[in-house]
């Protein structure tokens, strides 16, 4: 059973930072490409954020430059660190395993003033 667990999501006011971690735990039978995806009240899900095994990424237009996501193997995480929040970034922040349904259970990420 695998099982994807998000934290670090928060308030936080326009132009500040914040670092979400995914946590992936069980049995994995193979190599993933690993995705953070946001979802606002009352719009459709987005992807934020893509990271191959090797590395490489891939970033929604909305948050290039501004987001980098990264992957740490030894520790079996994923993270996404955010910079230079605007009140637009709110939402739901979810850590996708890609061809699966192993979803997290989410952390809610608020900017506001």
């Known amino acids: 059973q695998v099982q994807l667990v998000e934290s670090g999501g928060g308030l936080v006011h326009p132009g500040g930072s914040l670092r979400l971690s995914c946590t992936i735990s069980?049995?994995?039978?193979?190599?993933?490409?690993m995705g953070w995806f946001r979802q606002a009240p009352g719009k459709q899900r987005e992807l934020v954020a893509r990271?191959?095994?090797?590395?490489?990424?891939v970033y929604a237009d909305s948050v290039k430059g501004r987001f980098t996501i990264s992957g740490d193997n030894a520790r079996n995480t994923v993270s996404l660190q955010m910079n230079s929040l605007r009140p637009e970034d709110t939402g739901v922040y979810y850590c996708?395993?890609?061809?699966?349904?192993?979803w997290g259970q989410g952390t809610q990420v608020t900017v506001s003033s």
């Open positions: 996708h395993m890609r061809g699966t349904f192993y």
């Open positions: 990271i191959t095994t090797g590395g490489s990424t």
């Open positions: 069980g049995t994995i039978f193979g190599n993933y490409e």
